[in-house]
């Protein structure tokens, strides 16, 4: 289960891929991301419901997901978010701050664009803290269920 001291010390301990960045701006969504950083670079971490199971969906934000198509490439059935009840359960973050580290065994799908960018900016359980993080780092750091491009499934 997440929390932002985990993330904090991970982050310390990779340092040459990681570092936090600290802001008095609260980001909970693109909007307020864009008032600290460039959101091109931003990488959202979804937790879904399917038939299948509970995954998490780490892609480019640089648009809205059409989430039946994607689950489809993905192999999953009713694809929906969770409920932030369901994301609170089964990763310890609130909805708005999930970051992609510490998901518990959440499994990940995850997004080949993000890895055009040498950092992608993450969430970090504190929403007051963001996580700069080399995208490689995010996926030697979970089990990967699989890898999508976002830009096929972007509304």
Known sequence: MANYEQIRKFADEHADQARIIEHETAIVDLESGAKVFDVTKAAATYIV???EGVF????SAAGHL???PLGRALGLHQIHLASPEVVKERTGYDVGTVGPLFLGDVR???DRRLLEH???YCGTEDE???LA???RLIIDSNDIAGYFDSAEFLK
């Open 49 to 51: 419901e399917a038939k």
């Open 56 to 59: 998490a969906v780490v892609a």
């Open 66 to 68: 059409k989430w039946r």
């Open 108 to 110: 990940m799908f995850f």
């Open 118 to 120: 040498d950092f992608v």
């Open 128 to 130: 007051h803290h963001t």
């Open 133 to 135: 993080i080399e995208p």
